[in-house]
């Protein structure tokens, strides 16, 4: 829900609560009315089912346009692709990113797509990421957490670079500088 990110994002972006007053996020919803959530948040645009694809395009396509007027850019965050996938399948949820990540690169808009490690197989992962950018894959090994980019910008390597979570940011441990640029 916009309340469980609002709450999440407090440790990570300072004054995150005064961007969303000031215009500067918005949210598309369409897990919260099928939970039975009534409550409406002011910085909400909600859809009732999440197979709803046209509405959902429609949605983010009046937000975008909304904030091209005001701004150079727009970010956009996707939360969770595994979630489109389990209401439909990989092939409808695919023929409606090709269009949706299409016009988020048209508008120039920095976007994020995350998709649940372990519930999908390697060839929907792939689909998927062949009308991406690029990935960064997160992964536990051994009671480490690691993460891999893959085809973002100029990476010398694609192997796992350990990492930790704080409340205050991602720290990147001991690693060769040849690695990432």
Same mark, same amino acid.
């Given at each position: ?76 965050? @996707? ?14 949820? @695919? ?34 990421? =062949? ?6 894959? @997160? ?34 441990? =001991? ?7």
């Amino acid at each position: 829900t916009p309340k469980d990110i609002r709450d999440e994002m407090r440790y990570i972006v300072s004054g995150y609560e005064e961007y969303e007053k000031l215009g500067l996020v918005h949210y598309v919803d369409t897990y919260s009315r099928g939970m039975g959530e009534v409550t409406n948040d002011p910085y909400t645009t909600y859809i009732d089912e999440p197979t709803d694809h046209d509405k959902i395009m429609q949605a983010t396509e009046h937000v975008a346009n909304d904030y091209k007027t005001k701004h150079k850019y727009y970010r956009l965050a @996707f939360r969770s692709l595994s979630t489109l996938i389990a209401y439909s399948d990989p092939n409808t949820a @695919f023929r409606f990113l090709s269009p949706f990540c299409g016009r988020r690169k048209r508008d120039g808009a920095v976007s994020m797509y995350s998709i649940e490690k372990g519930v999908h197989g390697e060839q929907e992962i792939q689909m998927l990421g =062949s009308i991406m950018d690029g990935m960064i894959d @997160f992964k536990l090994d051994q009671l480490k957490s690691l993460f891999s980019v893959q085809g973002i910008c100029d990476v010398q390597s694609r192997s796992y670079i350990r990492y930790t979570v704080g409340k205050h940011g991602l720290n990147i441990g =001991s690693f060769s500088l040849d690695h990432i640029r």
